[in-house]
């Protein structure tokens, strides 16, 4: 039996009413089913009305922010070449 690697893990960072976090959301819902990866969104405010400000705090002026495997692979847009390429390894 062989182990199976782990899928990728994109995270989106975002707030309410953000309308670039929303377009920057469909497309990577679009490249999750194209690449195999898994996405998740956490809205920075609400996590922050919850007691957790650390993401509000270090992200909050840059939204929309995609992290790849937890860490911050681009801001404001995708880089798509480069999400693409650093998938593929």
């Known amino acids: 039996m062989t182990d199976t690697p782990p ?7 975002t707030r309410d009413g953000c309308s670039l976090c929303e377009r920057v959301h469909g497309r990577l819902g679009e490249l999750a089913a ?12 609400a996590a922050a ?3 957790d400000a ?3 705090a270090e992200f909050g002026d840059r939204l929309p922010v995609v992290l790849l495997d937890g860490r911050e692979h681009s801001y404001w847009d995708i880089d798509e070449d ?3 390429a650093d998938l593929a390894r």
């Open 7 to 13: 899928r990728p893990q994109v995270q989106l960072l």
């Open 34 to 45: 194209e690449l195999g990866f898994d996405l998740s969104t956490v809205d920075v405010d």
């Open 49 to 51: 009305a919850s007691g």
């Open 54 to 56: 650390a993401l509000r």
């Open 82 to 84: 480069r999400l693409r």
